[in-house]
């Protein structure tokens, strides 16, 4: 049964001294005109201009930054003959330009409706959430206005970061054309979000989204690569109204455990972006453990054990396979590798190593899933009856294994197109244990010292010590990278090489295992 459209309140609580109803929309106004009210009686003009000031500066150093690079780059790419300073040999150079363009594009609409069913997209806080949700009304007026504005958001947002992806790629292509194409990827974005908010009308059962989404995606991310025709972004458009008109109506009608839900997801990880905790933002995005490997952990957790060693690697390895989504992102971002190599697009190899390195930095982070839930409790390492260290290895053997397996994969592939020959497999390998050390590292980040004094720096005050935090993990994964980095670019591996190789990967994994061990006995 439908939700009565009124309910009558207390006059505090927007009801009329008359005795007339409030309806829904009268609580959302009363909510907005009092929060209105707080925020203004505690907030100065000058702590305005401030704050509008500094973000103002921020948002043109990042554009001004951004705009010289990708103008730069596309002055380079357009001077580069494809054949010239490639990893890959020229007659593996097969890829049209056009099918990378799709390629990017789908993968990045399929990233933001994961995205966006993380986050919500119809969410409520948690304040809203106990104050809206248990009132007899309309939830469509209550939920509406942010979800308009979310979507109007992600559609500009997502506009303005593709056209320097188009000006990258399709060179010959006029500036209204890119626009053309950057307004009709913000039309797509639109679309996606609003499906997401259709898909969360079926989540209150907890069975999982269907797959068909990611296929309707496909013919979806075509429409911005066939500029500079006007015709897709009037489909696009076309499409975008559709989906609006049917999903918005029936946001209302969404569980109230999935508003709440969304909203504690986009709660959460709002504040990690504020506080600039990527660890934090890592497990907010976090997705449900997968019952497949919640299983196969249970059988293997089921066998016995010898020794309080060997139950606590095993402890680790059933925890990593029923806590690790999968292997779908670290597949994307070794194909993303392997597209840039292969495009016939005339990329510096310095870019297409830069690339790598994103991956593998990406990935590697991914894999630190399990030092991530522990260093919420990192006290708890104390009472196992092994030394920190041990403690330590064990939770380094699946991240370290995986990562070189995925490094192993990645450069067999550029090894057989020519960036290298057989040896740089086994330098792949090799550092791929370091990544998984790193990504351990990078789990274990000191919680920030907000007391010392703030850095300057183009995009406002930084603290000092969250500077050093955000690169704790990134600085020894990409350490570990360099021997593998310098053979792809010299394009051959020199025995030296694999012994360099050998050396860093056995630094990383004794300074994370020590600098875990003096941390914890300090506490």
């Given amino acids: 049964m439908p939700a009565p459209e009124a309910l009558r309140l207390r006059p505090a609580a927007g009801e009329d001294r008359d005795g007339t109803l409030a309806t829904a929309r009268a609580v959302v106004a009363f909510t907005r005109t009092s929060s209105r009210r707080y925020n203004r009686a505690r907030t100065s003009v000058g702590g305005l201009f401030i704050d509008i000031y500094s973000n103002t500066l921020a948002l043109a150093c990042v554009l001004a930054i951004a705009g010289s690079f990708v103008f730069a780059l596309r002055d380079e790419i357009a001077r580069r003959d494809p054949a010239q300073d490639g990893l890959a040999d020229q007659q593996w ?16 609409l399929n990233g933001l409706l994961t995205l966006a069913r993380r986050l919500g997209p119809a969410a409520v806080s948690s304040s809203e959430g106990s104050w809206w949700l248990p009132l007899p009304v309309d939830r469509r007026p209550m939920v509406l206005p942010g979800l308009i504005r979310l979507i109007a958001g992600v559609g500009l947002a997502s506009a303005v ?13 006029t500036p209204s054309g890119n626009l053309l194409a950057a307004g009709t990827f913000g039309l797509v974005a639109v679309i996606v979000v609003g499906g997401a908010t259709l ?11 269907p797959l068909w989404p990611a296929l309707v995606l496909l013919p979806l991310a075509v429409l911005p690569s066939l500029g500079p025709a006007v015709w ?35 709660g959460h990880a709002g504040a990690s972006v504020f506080l600039l905790d990527v660890n934090e933002l890592s497990r907010a995005l976090a997705a449900r453990p997968r019952h497949t490997a919640s299983t196969r952990g249970a059988k293997l957790y089921a066998r016995h054990a010898l020794g309080p060693r060997a139950a606590i690697v095993r402890a680790d390895i059933v925890a990593f396979l029923r806590l690790q989504q999968g292997v779908a992102v670290p597949l994307v971002w070794l194909g993303a590798c392997l597209a840039l190599v292969l495009a016939d697009v005339a990329l510096p190899a310095v870019v297409q190593l830069l690339v790598i390195v994103v991956a593998g930095c990406v990935t590697g982070a991914g894999m630190g899933v399990v030092a991530r839930r522990t260093a919420l409790v990192p006290e708890l390492d104390l009472l196992l009856p092994v030394s920190t260290p041990v403690v330590m290895l064990s939770r380094t053997l699946s991240p370290a294994v995986a990562m070189s397996a995925w490094m192993a994969a990645l450069t067999g592939a550029l090894s057989g197109v020519g960036a290298g020959g057989p040896g740089l497999i086994l330098l792949g390998a090799l550092a791929g244990l370091g990544m998984g050390a790193g990504s351990v590292r990078a ?16 995009f406002g005050p930084v603290p000092r010590t969250q500077i050093a935090a955000l690169f704790r993990g990134i600085d020894v994964t990409v350490l570990a990278m360099v021997p593998v980095l310098l053979a792809l670019y010299i394009g051959t591996v020199y025995p030296w090489l ?12 004794v300074i994370q ?10 506490a």
Wanted: charged residues 10%; hydrophobic residues 50%; positive net charge.
């Fill in 93 to 108: 150079q097969i890829l049209p330009a056009d099918v990378l363009w799709i390629l990017l594009t789908y993968l990045a």
């Fill in 161 to 173: 970061m593709y056209l320097p992806f188009s000006l990258l790629i399709a060179l010959d292509r």
């Fill in 199 to 209: 898909l969360q009308l079926r989540s209150g059962s907890g069975r999982r989204d």
């Fill in 232 to 266: 897709p972004l009037l489909v696009a458009l076309g499409l975008a109204v559709v989906v609006l008109a049917y999903s918005l109506p029936r946001v209302g009608m969404v569980a109230g455990s999935e508003l709440v839900r969304g909203g504690g997801v986009s």
């Fill in 443 to 458: 789990a274990t980040r000191p919680a920030t010292d907000w007391t010392a004094p703030a850095a300057e720096t183009p």
């Fill in 498 to 509: 694999v012994g360099v190789q050998v050396a860093i990967s056995a630094a990383v994994i």
């Fill in 513 to 522: 295992m020590a600098a875990k061990s003096t941390t914890q006995s300090g």
